[in-house]
């Protein structure tokens, strides 16, 4: 009877964030890191309450969160407005004042393990180290530390401890993609894989007994998969692996030896559990799509958080005895009812080379539809657009836009090979995956050939100038969120720290300079004729602010149609929700403006 | 093992509060009104589950919450800022924007009903009768409105509909102690006691049936009770009272026909539950000291906002069958196990004219207290010291401090003669009763004679002023905030439109000057020997600075150590956290200063 507006585009971005959670192993208390108040702190559920109560005031988040197994205290790390350095404190059991634990301001301190009494808490810190890390053990109640293990060669740290503290497993890391993982048994070290010499990650160790190491690794395969390493008879062992999916986390049920492994495949997660006497497997329907922190107890409970594209993050309760999921906290996106927002459909096709591409397609429901369809380059390109919660296309889905995001080659997820294909090749073979997507599109008559917009951030905003550059003729109009237009001058321009990992994904501004200007969309700004909106951050240090102004001016002078927000308090991407609810509005009425 | 840093004062007030609260009928939501996110704003509970997600995002206190009986939107009214001018709007069932249902900016539009089918809403405003006010009925779907009934000589607003609508109640309030009730029947109005030109009060009606409707009055008795008025034989019958306690609300189990009376005595609630067959009645116990709201659903299960004074405002469900009560929510104080806090326990005395006194005494445990004890006298003066949550008690508890707060001749909830001894003496009668408390106090061995703090805020300023003046030895410092200085001055800086209520309150400054000036602090300056903080708020229209500055001016002429703080944001009270913190932080500091 009453005619209810529609929601306004804030309500889709002020949504709750979970970024964090921890349960009490007598499942009494869940411990959850939230930005109830605006701002992140800590907020404790007494269960079966799930009303939630403030532990802290402090406005940031917490990088860790740990219960002592005697409920005295709550191990809390923030860092200082993301500067990366978490500290290490103690909360009582009622929250309020931090209690230093481990303090070196300005140094990273990451804590990883307390020890079954609660007394010693171990972690990795780069104070006494940079380059490489220590890790070390400290004695809670009496503050003395004790360095434990020594970075060489690689950062260093420490992972798991064994329940009875006998030994201890590590990692060294050399990139994201070669992670080796071992075992330090008194003065001894061992390898968890057979040959830590070949690229390989090694990655979740879990102690299931003080001889047992569960973890999971892509040793010699293209998929991540779950391993065991026996401490007494230096055996690995491959427990479980599935085809075509990444292991992401793994979790065990000691009491009852079941391994629950938790695997991406490209725009979800599945869970499978595994029962430890005979490895049979089955598979596990998850509450969400897309798992963001898992943590076991003792009662074999399994509480998750996690997402959908629907649904912002929420925590679950899975019982061990009947399977069943519980949600214990009820964000949401205000004003809408669940079955108002736009669910992704995963869809696939082949693309030039036959390469199969997987892609979501958001298809608003029929009363909604106007017509329109966006085309989405996710960002990265080392990333994968996935069944997560966005409230930009949520909320331009409840516009009436289809959003079409493929995940062509280079995405991640689909195993290592197919994230390679992108390295040295931004410009080739991305971006015909883009094309034949959007031409199976047409072909499916899932969108109009006349009704087309293309939209993209950071890798996605370079795709998007590139794909205007060069295949104008699909789009009515375009938005480039600080994307890359010279790739040129954005390697020159990228901190010399990160000189040597861009080389090996994108190519020498020297050696590579013809393929480069080949791939850069400045080359192409004579075809790009559709009206374009770019928008880039003062301050972004990964996209400078240089690439934007050069296409912009590029395209003045040839009298184009162009928009162009500078946003003087951002970097790459944005922090504060004013900026993101500005630029989204803008968005929407920039697009309002060139349908026809 | 770890020793926690001791709370900051900022624990005890950054607690949240529930404003209000509204209960669907099927009990599966409940909307509270809290302030979880720095700014009020309406929430939602979708039992059983009690994570809070919000409605809205207005950052205002909401007026009233009413479900639509079929779930498909919510009444809430919302004033701006505290305007006190509430508009009335609807919300979608998952919440949003807001749907305006009546709205006259700047004008108050009360809403007091919905209709049994949700489609129509009764309301009171001033909209079109700035005076007396008039009442309507507006159709929810067309927004058609229909006055029903027209204020005259008094300020009259509609209180309760039949479940019928053949009849609807209302007020005419002269003041705040004289509010006659009626029923309207068509063109017919009744009064609901035997005599509406008699000074008493009919408050909370509610519609039993059609014919029937029960609600509290003190019609010709010194405490409210609940009667029952029966409109076809215009029978008035008074159904329940219990000797010295006041009947402040009630509510009525229809299925089971059971009537609920909350009750105040002085300190704290009480809830009674009568059967209204035979009207027997038994106690039911509270989990709250005070009770704040109250919902009863069809169900017969009862809910209640309420404090104590080491708990700030929670909501309890009281199941029918059971008998027991369910906390809902978990607000508390931050990094404080509620153990810690003070409790307080009821005393009494008997003051100089053996009229029995009593009070709140604050003791901290043993091993925390710090030998000193702040005497308060509470503002008002028609207002009472009670079971509530106050920070700054709790504060100042957790230091070591007692506190000691007596509800002197004029406090309410003692009955009408008890509270009219203030009228016209504020300065003879009160002062005497907190002299006699000191007494008492001291001679029950319960505060040390040469450790006793003085402090209190508005008519507590003024008194903490006056004993300061007239009994300076048995203090060490005193704390005054916005208190009266000059009771002259003070009656000709009041707004025109209090001058007669003010009147008859304190008196006249012509005709009473004699005793007006008997009664300032002002005239006692010279006994003011002990080191005073007084603290202003600049804009205080009730208690303008000229009455503090004056004060000030007095003392300092005589060399008396005074602390003066002004507060260039403030008027009457603390309206912003950061304001009470930054007070309440000075005020410790200040004892503590004066400690021998």
Known sequence: MLNFSSPEVNQFLHTYEISLFAVSQ?????????????????????????????????????????FDPFGRYLIVSFDKDGDESPQIYALGPYGGQLHPIVEA??????????????????????????????????????????????????????????PDESSFTYNRAFSNMYMGGYVQIGEQSESLTPNPNLVHRVRSPIYCDADTIFFWTDYESEFAYVAKYTISCKEFIKVFEMDNEEVTNIQIDKQNRLLYAFTSNGVEDHLYQICLHNMSSIKIPLPVSVVQHTQIVSSGNLYISGVTETKPSNLF???????????????????????????????????????????????????????????????GPHSA?????????????????????????????????????????????????????IEWLLMEGKADRKKLFLMGGSFGGYMSLLLLGRHADYFQAVVDMYGESDLISFLESVPDSWKPLMKLRLGDPKEDRERLMNDSPISYVDGMTKPIFIIQGANDTRVVKEQSDKIVRAL?????????????????????????????KRIAAFFEKYKI
């Open 317 to 379: 309760r899975r019982d061990a005895c009947t399977g069943e999921w519980i949600q214990l906290t009820q964000n949401r996106v205000m004003g809408v009812h669940p079955d108002e927002l736009t669910k992704a459909q995963k869809v696939s096709y082949l693309s030039n080379d036959d390469l199969e591409i997987e892609a979501l397609l958001f298809e608003p429901k029929e009363e909604r539809l106007n017509g329109y369809t966006i085309i989405w380059p996710h960002g």
């Open 105 to 162: 301001k300005g140094k990273k301190i990451h804590a990883q393990a307390l020890s079954g009494d609660g007394e010693r808490i171990y972690y990795a810190s780069d104070k006494d180290n940079p380059m490489y890390m220590n890790s070390y053990k400290n004695d809670i109640t009496s503050g003395e530390e004790q360095t434990i293990l020594v970075g060489t060669d690689a950062l260093t740290f420490i992972t798991a401890v064994a």
């Open 385 to 437: 657009e996935r069944k997560k919660y966005r409230g930009l296309f949520q909320f331009l889905c409840h516009q009436g836009y289809k959003i079409f995001a493929p995940n062509f080659r280079g995405s991640t997820g689909y195993g290592s090979s197919f994230a390679k294909l992108a390295e040295q090749d931004w410009g080739e073979g991305p971006r015909l995956d883009m094309v034949e997507g």
């Open 556 to 584: 003045r002078e040839r009298g184009r149609i162009v928009e162009y927000l500078v946003l003087e308090d951002e970097g790459h991407g944005f922090s504060k929700k004013e900026n993101e609810i500005l630029v989204y």
């Open 26 to 66: 007598d499942e009494q208390r869940i411990a959850i890191s939230t930005n109830l108040s605006g701002e992140f702190d800590v907020w404790m559920l007494d269960l079966p309450s799930t009303y939630p109560y403030p532990m802290t005031k402090v406005g940031q988040k917490t990088e860790r969160l740990m």
